[in-house]
Nanobody, 121 residues
Framework: QVQLVESGGGLVQPGGSLRLSCAVS????????MGWYRQAPGKERELVAV???????NYADSVKGRFTISRDNAKNTVYLQMNSLKPEDAAVYYC???????????????WGKGTVVTVSS
């Protein structure tokens, strides 16, 4: 089975920084796009940032210039560096990856269980 495990969430003051990590494990043949989504209370889940297998990136307008997504293909890990955090960035952050497992010919999306980011003074 394939598993995604996020880490790095926590409480930070406005203006502070956090770095989220998401490690993929299991029977993996290949990993395509990897991304971060977030869901605040009472709101829909939204895309934060995505990175392709070849490290092309795309960001939500609300985080451009503050967040940076990166990946280490050797470690099957994606990161989200979050700087200049604002209270409106508080949410549960979910890792997503499009993965072809080693027992399938088709890739599918997998999700982590989420990590909580709280931005408050």
């Amino acid at each position: 089975q394939v598993q995604l495990v996020e880490s790095g969430g926590g409480l930070v003051q406005p203006g502070g920084s956090l770095r989220l990590s998401c490690a993929v494990s299991g029977r993996i043949f290949s990993i395509n796009d990897m991304g971060w989504y977030r869901q605040a209370p009472g709101k829909e889940r939204e895309l934060v940032a995505v990175i392709t297998r070849y490290s092309s990136t795309n960001y939500a307008d609300s985080v451009k210039g503050r967040f940076t997504i990166s990946r280490d293909n050797a470690k099957n890990t994606v990161y989200l560096q979050m700087n200049s955090l604002k209270p409106e960035d508080a949410a549960v952050y979910y890792c997503n990856a499009n993965i072809r497992s080693d027992h399938s010919y088709a890739a599918m999306d997998y999700w982590g269980k989420g990590t909580v980011v709280t931005v408050s003074s």
